[in-house]
């Protein structure tokens, strides 16, 4: 009998193996034997200049080769006239290899430039800059700007969002409901709006062979999906865990709003990187008004709760410092990339927390979610973030 469970168990992997061996073997002809195949057309080169950073007599260029064939760094030139550049580590790049060009250039602050670099057949690429800045250094200076600005739009407002406790404590069972569901709506927003700078930012950075639209799908989808796990597990062990049910979908919440606060905090930083912002006291107070409805999407579920002023205070640290990180990241070490994911996977987190809010409605009282309370209250949400954002 365990001879034969050890050969049915030897069938089962070798039935896994085999399919993949034969694509194994197939790629391999088609990159080998069979690369006539491919030799169709002519491929064309491509490279993307990444980032752009203006520092003492110098603008250096964070250059990517996204195209299908090795490409040689040839020239530079700022403005349609040459100049002279250094490649660093060398001007040869294999695809998605990076390098650092660096021109020498007496720059002016706040002026517009077209920076251009040629490779070996004569292909130009440029990215304008509507307005040069110097370089951001981490200095304890720029550290502790950023820190405050991220408190600004991350900590406070969530906070003074917070406060809203009291008041919905007071509502009837239907008004909770509807309060609920503003949550809802408030998050749907936050979450279309994630989905719509995730795009933004790799149009205009990311070379279309990152295929960035699949990319942030992907990444919006894996991350709802590891989410909304760990939340059933947390939500289902919270008892062993001495937490109740709403505290544990109020966490989720904080973790979902801070994921996308880390992405808000990524595109403050590198906005005010690249001197396309001016941080105006009107700025500042328009983000303190559109974040302060998270702090009304954390106080909700726990509105049946007593002795949580401890409890929401934390949850609020965790749903606003991220905006501090994502603020010293995207200042200091932007990355298109990087701030595509990050803001994807804030993406996920919201619409994940959406789905345990609309649960936790049904299993107050509400079993289809068809009540005027949960349509009006979603309406009502996504309303009041559109409102509050444009004052941005």
């Known amino acids: 009998m365990e001879l034969r469970n050890k050969y049915s168990k030897g069938k089962l992997i070798a039935s896994g193996v085999i399919p993949f061996a034969f694509l194994v073997v197939l790629v391999a002809y088609i990159f080998g034997p069979g690369s ?75 002026e517009p430039y ?51 406790l009291p008041f919905i404590k007071k509502l009837s069972k239907n008004k909770y409901h509807f309060f609920l569901a503003l949550t809802v709506g408030l998050l749907l927003f936050l979450g279309i709006d994630s989905i719509e700078e995730a795009f933004d930012v790799a ?32 939500t289902g062990k919270a008892d062993s865990l001495r937490i109740s049910k709403p505290v544990a979908i109020g966490l989720m919440i904080a973790i979902g709003i801070g994921l996308h606060n880390f992405g808000e905090g990524l595109a403050i930083g590198s906005a005010l990187g690249l001197g396309s ?57 932007f990355s298109p990339f990087s701030a595509v994911i990050f803001i994807s996977i804030g993406a996920g987190a919201i619409f994940q927390v959406i789905v345990i809010i609309l649960k936790w409605i049904r299993e107050e009282g509400d079993k289809n979610l068809s009540s005027a309370a949960v349509a009006s209250g979603i309406a009502v949400g996504m309303l009041i973030m559109y409102l509050t954002s444009i004052l941005i």
């Open 277 to 333: 912002i001016a941080f105006s006291t009107f700025l500042i107070v328009g983000f303190a008004i559109h974040n302060t409805t998270e702090g009304l999407a954390i106080a909700a579920p726990l509105s049946r709760e007593k002795n949580v002023i401890l409890k929401l205070l934390g949850l609020g640290m965790i749903a606003g410092t991220p905006a501090i990180f994502g603020a010293w990241v995207g200042g200091f070490a």
């Open 36 to 110: 006539y195949l491919l030799d169709f057309g002519v491929p064309l080169p491509e490279i993307t200049m990444e980032k752009v950073d203006f520092v003492d007599s110098e603008i250096q260029v964070t250059v990517r080769n996204t195209g299908p064939i090795s490409i040689e760094v040839a020239m530079a030139d700022v403005n349609d006239r040459i100049q002279p550049a250094a490649v660093e580590p060398d001007r040869y790049l294999e695809r998605y290899e990076t390098a650092l060009v660096r021109i020498p250039f007496e720059w002016n602050e706040a």
């Open 203 to 234: 149009n205009e950075n990311l070379s279309g062979n990152f295929n960035s639209a699949l990319l942030i799908a992907t990444t919006i989808v894996s991350s709802f999906l590891g989410l909304y796990y760990a939340s059933e597990k947390l």
């Open 114 to 164: 077209t920076v251009g670099l040629t490779i070996e057949d004569g292909t130009r690429f440029e990215r304008e800059i509507e307005a040069a800045a110097p370089a951001l250094k981490p200095d304890l200076e720029f550290i502790g700007f950023f820190a405050i600005i991220g408190t600004y739009v991350g900590i406070i407002p969530v906070m003074i969002g917070l406060l809203w």
